[in-house]
């Protein structure tokens, strides 16, 4: 029986890549810094800390696989250190104490933030790559910069595979993620408004199954993004309406409004105490559209491409059976703080 050790086992890709590797019977260690309810009732061993652990690479001795998935992820300019170190030397971290347990294979959780967009908004592929300054923000920097580190550590002749997940959606996104809370504001009447911004959407459990995929037959030092459709904000909502009930929002913001009222959030108001609730980075890599191609994960590894619309269906199933809608919300109803996409 194989063993595999994952960081970021509590998030939402985290959280289903276990209970994909408990269905193929692979035994699970699971580093999280906290509690983990997404994991409650599954048969793991759980590993308290975070991926600076002193005794990391013990912890992993033994193991077929090590699965990187953690990683902080926010677009507040305070946090930028937070960001770059958790997930810049984070990820150092992570494969120096896999080359040291002697651990066969890596799979190293990177996104198509990593990757950035093309200028004329056609999708991309893993070939493709945006200039260092030319991707939005901190955290898409981190990500091209932890990418780094996985390539420079196959190039030491470490085995590492890199899977760039697009935007995930299903159940477990419990935090919720960027997409989770366009979702949660859609169904709780807060998303009167869109802006003209497209993604790739991906079955999180499709991301899951391409994880174990990756291991089990990507090549390694090479990057595989793991998408399906390409939709605009304005259909994923239109979608989410067919499948909850609710009336999608007809009303389309002009981009400068949410820049303005983020630009005076952040650089204004902040300044007197007064918590801004959109980021700029956030608006700004709303203006993009984020198209990508997972042409060569369904040739190479067999990545499954399940419907996109069941898997928002299975997310509004989720997130009200959870309770996430009957929740009070102290966010405003006007819902720009999650109009960009996280990948």
Same mark, same amino acid.
């Given at each position: 029986?194989?063993?595999?050790?994952?960081?970021?086992?509590?998030?939402?890709?985290?959280?289903?890549?276990?209970?994909?590797?408990?269905?193929?019977?692979?035994?699970?260690?699971a580093?999280?810094?906290?509690? #983990?309810?997404s994991?409650?009732?599954?048969?793991?061993?759980?590993?308290?800390?975070?991926?600076?652990?002193?005794?990391?690479?013990?912890?992993?001795r @033994?193991?077929?696989?090590?699965?990187?998935?953690?990683?902080?992820?926010?677009?507040?300019?305070?946090?930028?250190?937070?960001?770059?170190? *958790?997930?810049?030397?984070?990820?150092?971290?992570?494969?120096? #104490?896999?080359?040291?347990? @002697?651990?066969?294979?890596t799979?190293?959780?990177?996104?198509?933030? *990593?990757?950035?967009?093309?200028?004329?908004?056609?999708?991309?592929?893993?070939?493709?790559?945006?200039?260092?300054?030319?991707?939005?923000?901190?955290?898409?920097?981190?990500?091209?910069?932890?990418?780094?580190?996985?390539?420079?550590?196959?190039?030491?002749?470490?085995?590492?595979?890199i899977?760039?997940?697009?935007?995930?959606?299903?159940?477990?996104?419990?935090?919720?993620?960027?997409?989770?809370?366009?979702?949660?504001?859609?169904?709780?009447?807060?998303?009167?408004?869109?802006?003209?911004?497209?993604?790739?959407?991906?079955?999180?459990?499709?991301?899951?199954?391409?994880?174990?995929?990756?291991?089990?037959? @990507?090549?390694?030092?090479?990057?595989?993004?793991l998408?399906?459709?390409?939709?605009?904000?304005?259909?994923?909502?239109?979608?989410?309406?067919?499948?909850?009930?609710?009336?999608?929002?007809?009303?389309?913001?002009?981009?400068?409004?949410?820049?303005?009222?983020?630009?005076?959030?952040?650089?204004?108001?902040?300044?007197?105490?007064?918590?801004? =609730?959109?980021?700029?980075?956030?608006?700004?890599?709303?203006?993009?559209?984020?198209?990508?191609?997972?042409?060569? *994960?369904?040739?190479?590894?067999?990545? $499954?491409?399940?419907?996109?619309?069941a898997?928002l269906?299975?997310?509004?199933?989720?997130?009200?059976?959870?309770?996430?809608?009957?929740? =009070?919300?102290?966010?405003?109803?006007?819902?720009?703080?999650?109009?960009?996409?996280? $990948?």
């Open positions: 029986m194989r063993t595999a050790f994952v960081t970021g086992a509590s998030g939402f890709v985290g959280a289903n890549l276990v209970r994909a590797l408990l269905g193929r019977g692979w035994r699970v260690r580093l999280v810094r906290g509690a #983990a309810p994991l409650d009732g599954l048969d793991v061993e759980l590993i308290r800390g975070d991926v600076f652990r002193p005794d990391l690479a013990a912890m992993m @033994g193991c077929d696989a090590v699965f990187h998935l953690a990683a902080a992820y926010s677009l507040w300019h305070r946090d930028r250190e937070t960001v770059l170190r *958790a997930n810049v030397a984070g990820t150092r971290s992570v494969l120096s #104490a896999a080359r040291a347990a @002697g651990v066969p294979r799979v190293h959780t990177s996104s198509v933030a *990593a990757i950035g967009v093309r200028p004329d908004g056609a999708q991309a592929d893993e070939a493709y790559q945006s200039p260092l300054n030319d991707l939005v923000g901190t955290y898409k920097r981190s990500k091209y910069l932890a990418e780094r580190e996985a390539r420079a550590a196959f190039e030491a002749g470490q085995d590492v595979v899977v760039n997940p697009t935007t995930p959606v299903g159940p477990w996104d419990a935090k919720p993620t960027p997409t989770g809370e366009i979702i949660v504001r859609f169904l709780r009447g807060r998303m009167p408004a869109y802006v003209d911004t497209g993604l790739n959407l991906i079955d999180v459990r499709d991301v899951a199954a391409g994880h174990v995929l990756a291991f089990e037959r @990507g090549a390694s030092g090479e990057r595989y993004i998408g399906n459709e390409n939709l605009t904000l304005r259909d994923l909502l239109g979608r989410l309406a067919a499948v909850s009930g609710r009336r999608a929002p007809r009303i389309r913001l002009p981009r400068v409004v949410p820049l303005v009222y983020a630009a005076l959030g952040e650089h204004v108001l902040a300044r007197f105490g007064v918590t801004p =609730d959109v980021s700029l980075e956030s608006v700004r890599m709303a203006k993009q559209r984020m198209y990508y191609t997972a042409e060569k *994960a369904v040739h190479e590894l067999g990545l $499954p491409q399940s419907a996109v619309t898997a269906a299975d997310a509004v199933t989720w997130y009200r059976d959870h309770g996430y809608i009957t929740r =009070d919300s102290s966010s405003p109803e006007d819902g720009w703080r999650s109009l960009s996409s996280r $990948p």
